[in-house]
């Protein structure tokens, strides 16, 4: 299928990525990452252009990647440095290099065209190193879905009722219309669910005594981050929606890496407005997410089965879509600019 | 691949259908059922028409499902009466309903045209209610294997010499050629063997000292049930053809439900003119019909496989063919009627 | 995919054919083959002509087999010689028969144009029965890998360095070139390392105690048998390149035989001029050749999956790829060859 190119994807977390030779797979490209002696990861396409065997399962020779099955060496630009029985290096010998870039302990990768990719564009927000916010990262989900499905599940609150009823959701907010709206690259999507009782999540973790006000934000950051911000507030402290900093705050973030048209990983993390550097809340979240994204996984796993089959109708659209089909037109969009801007030479 | 459609096929036996959700697929199609507060087995198209996900992860609301994604809900007849998060309900939200019977502890299931569906056409047969005879349900055998092949298997006496050599049938009956005729919706072949061993099922079973007359009788109702009338009497006692009921007489009945061109699931049962009510026997029937089904799946299972491989001649046609020839076009003209059916409108 | 059926494959090692019937797929097409009465050993096509049931799963009757399904028998050369419920045997239902033929211990089979088999034909070396000479038959390789993929890494001296750097090769011969030629139905490659160390092989196996000259031809007989003729000698000894039989020397031989474009069989043996009769260096050297070839089949197997992913770009060619570049050539003509034969009637 195709994927939106231009642009930064998590390739893990900075400290996946070590001295050793590691395969990964980002959007239907085989690449081979290792943590260079500068300190720096490189990338590069997976397989020797001679017989295919993917360069992964040679061994490193300095910064450079010897192939297993004849000994032809790559630098970590991807050049052609040795063709063991021969002088003359065939210029066609050479592989694709990708550039990475690290940045609050997460490594980012360009699939695209290196003339446009620019650091400064890669995720960031102030609470990283904000001293008010604890940072933590999570782990990785590996779900057998096509990353759409997986993102477009990350702005959409509605869901939120039904398949996390216990953890993230519960019934009060069953009939709480969403609000979406598009913010440049970022689509969001919205709602505030008023005196209510508290949700699992912050039962365990807030101390509420009684009603409480919470809300939830998703911001899908194209192609493929969300940003979800929620928390809540004793009702009776009448929070205003730019006031959310008041109140216990938290932020999930899913970085979306596209493996292949039925394969997404999805690396989370979260962060918060409360128990600063306390490493148990850490690990208490850690836990209460891990439960609650399993549910996803059932849903999503269940949904791209389905989608596999043959469809016999259009699907339904619903109120509570304006997010998702905001988001896949975007998509398409910047595929079809993609397209256009590699025609015109 | 297509199926005749305006049949009453065997969705489970009664006594698998409870409260709890159950998704089934039958003719490719992906079906919810569950025994609603009535009493009556409800059955709905298993996708929720929104975002796809299959019903049976959602829950019982009443006697609605709310789909377990965003909560769209859907009454039994597969009316949507819920979408949250907004106040219409749009006509095209609805999804298919199944017309559902039960009858002798069997639950039917009509994937067709609901006008031409009449619960009076659903199989029976008298010895179902007649105190003279034992019915005894089976189990489900699973077979990776298209359902035409199974349904000819049953229409077929001539496979019992070589594949149930010790338990239906024997060397005795290996060169008996066999008759068969076309009695309106039903293919018939059959043989008797005079003068001869009893097999190995009547060795266990029958109580027979000498040679037995016995007779095989293949009846398989258009599309994909099969009713195989067998039995023994001793030789000395001369029966005639119409006079079976005199002899130890078996059914045994095959219910197919095509799941896919791949796979069938074969629920039997028997039924006995002796050792009325006598629960040992039926369970010793069991073992016996168990052993003995294995064995077709052995060879089932095998020509399938054989049959998805490339295929460089034609299969050649036997005498003893006669039974499956008629029953292929037989469900060819079927499906030929009903696509004609559903072009004039 | 096309093969070369006009040749001898290797069905077996004779030990491993008998009474039993035993399937095999060869050059994609089932076989069933056994030990017939006479002693010889036959093959015929593994599929009943009736209902396709792999004959494979009937039995024997007497040197014929009789179709599990319906009995349907076909005596060894393929002909139909029962149909059970009739008395005529159509002509129609006679199957592929496969000639057979054992030589040294190895059972060989022509899927090809019986007219042109010729058993003096079939491979051979002085030295199976030169008493100067230890052979020993070793195992079975089973590769999910395409045979020109293995049969390629057979005509290619310069992988062993790389492939196998503790075992058949060390980085002493990285920068050797690879000399190749044709020599008519044989395809060569190979090169002499002199004045080295000797390689972990006859570190293990050889007794010397400084450097040596070594020398690695590899023979790949048209259409799949490679026979590698590897040695070493003091290098003190000077030897000349035809005066290898001085050094010890030792031959690893490759009877490939493809299965289908994903799976290939490597029945392997190996010959030496030295310790004769000796069975504890047979099976010494046994288990040096398969550390060896496993670390073949780790690399073939992943050079095939990356082959079976889209490919973007033509593959670079390299000097050390003489052998196998003449190789596929070589094949391709002699498909094309029977195939124009096979159009001409």
Partial sequence: MDYVKNAWYVA??????????????????????????TGKVVAMED?????????????????AIQCGYHGMTFDCQGKCIRVPGQDNLPASADIAAYLVHEKHDITWIWMGDPQKA??????????????AWDAHLGQALHLKSNYLNVAENLVDPAHVSFVHPTTLGNTASENVPVHAAT?????????????????????????????????HYYNLHLP???????????????LAEDERDKGVRLYALHFLTPVNDQYTIDRWMHLRNTAINDQAVSQN??????TAFAEDVEILEAVQREE????????????????PLVYRKRINDLIEKEKAENTVV
């Fill in 224 to 238: 493929s981050i969300a940003v979800i911000d929620f928390g809540s507030a004793a009702t009776e402290d009448n």
């Fill in 285 to 290: 979240l850690d836990e209460l997410f891990k």
């Fill in 183 to 215: 913010d440049g690259e970022v689509i969001k999507a919205w709602r505030w669910i008023r005196d209510a009782e508290p949700i699992g999540f912050f039962k365990a973790f807030g101390n509420f005594s009684g009603n409480v006000d919470r809300w």
């Fill in 308 to 323: 596999n089959r043959l469809q016999t109708r259009k699907p339904v659209r619903i109120a509570i879509d304006k997010g």
């Fill in 118 to 131: 620019d650091p400064d564009d890669i995720f960031d927000m102030p609470q990283f190193t904000d001293p």
């Fill in 47 to 63: 397989r020797c252009p001679h017989r295919l065997l993917p360069l992964s399962l040679g061994k490193r020779v300095g910064d």
């Fill in 12 to 37: 893990g977390w900075a400290s996946e990525f070590d001295d050793n030779l590691r395969a990964l797979t980002i959007l239907e490209q085989n690449v081979v990452m290792f943590r260079a002696s």
